[in-house]
């Protein structure tokens, strides 16, 4: 509980100090990103030219794409989110999914009919999903089985956390390269990766884990080097739907 707490002040700093960074780097890509999608436009770029500033372009979007993470991270916490059905908000987050995979790798989605509704925001369920299936997708390296399911809380599950009882369990597990020790120990770590400098930022666990963590839910790591990772999260089940007010009249 207290290590999560910690982990949740570091969080909050780092994000704090990410957001100002971010928001004066994305104002500089701004102009670069449209500059060079002017030159094209306007043919002024011809040959050699133009492919180089289609490189700039290229970058610039793909630096925009990192800083976007990095404002996502950073966002202030704490907004009262919304009921949604569980099989609704899986549906939103697996039609962003679905083109960001390669075609060798196979989607098994598994989406109980009966589940719970859950409180959080639909970009935000999206997010967390995007995140683990591009982590997934980037395991598998261009083959294997991506299977995520949808079901209510096993029952046996929640002594530990009662707040989760009644609640949705998501899974996302993969058939790819699997975490060594040191990586499952550190992968929710911010800025953690094992992937080549400019492919990987190591913000995208820590912001799963933040926007979890927000919506009351834990968010379990299981790997086998060589065999897949399994990445199971819990969320809480929506507060009970307000009454409307019956027969009392405060003030007067
Ligand atoms: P990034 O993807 O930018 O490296 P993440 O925070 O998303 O950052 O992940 C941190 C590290 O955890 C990755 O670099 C990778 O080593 C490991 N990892 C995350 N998800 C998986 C997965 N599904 N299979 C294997 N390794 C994973
Ligand atoms: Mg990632």
Excluded: W
Excluded at 58 to 66: E, M, T, V
Excluded at 122 to 143: D, E, H, K, Y
């Amino acid at each position: 509980r207290s290590e999560a707490e910690a982990q949740r002040q570091k969080m909050e700093a780092l994000g704090r100090m990410m957001g100002g960074v971010a928001h004066e780097v994305n104002n500089m890509l701004q102009p670069i990103a449209l500059l060079a999608q002017h030159l094209l436009d306007a043919g002024l770029a011809q040959g050699e030219a133009r492919e180089h500033v289609e490189v700039v372009l290229d970058c610039s979007l793909k630096a925009r794409q990192i800083i976007g993470d990095l404002l996502t991270f950073s966002r202030p916490a704490t907004r009262l989110a919304q009921r949604h059905a569980a099989a609704a908000l899986m549906q939103d987050a697996l039609r962003l999914v679905r083109p960001a995979l390669p075609a060798g790798i196979a989607l098994v989605v598994q989406i109980r009919e009966t589940l719970p509704d859950v409180a959080i925001e639909r970009t935000v369920f999206a997010q967390i999903v995007l995140n683990l299936a591009t982590n997934a997708a980037a395991a598998m390296q261009g083959s294997g089985r991506l299977s995520v399911t949808v079901e209510p809380m096993p029952s046996a599950l929640p002594i530990e956390a009662p707040s989760l009882a009644g609640g949705l369990r998501i899974r996302v597990i993969d058939t790819g390269c699997g975490m060594d020790r040191v990586t499952l120990d550190r992968a929710f770590e911010p800025f953690f990766t094992t992937k080549p400098v400019g492919q990987g930022t190591g913000l995208g666990l820590p912001m799963v884990y933040g926007l979890v963590r927000e919506a009351g839910g834990s968010i379990t790591l299981q790997s086998q080097p060589g065999i897949g990772t399994a990445v199971t999260i819990l969320l809480p089940p929506a507060p009970p739907e307000e009454m409307p007010a019956h027969g009392h009249h405060p003030g007067h």
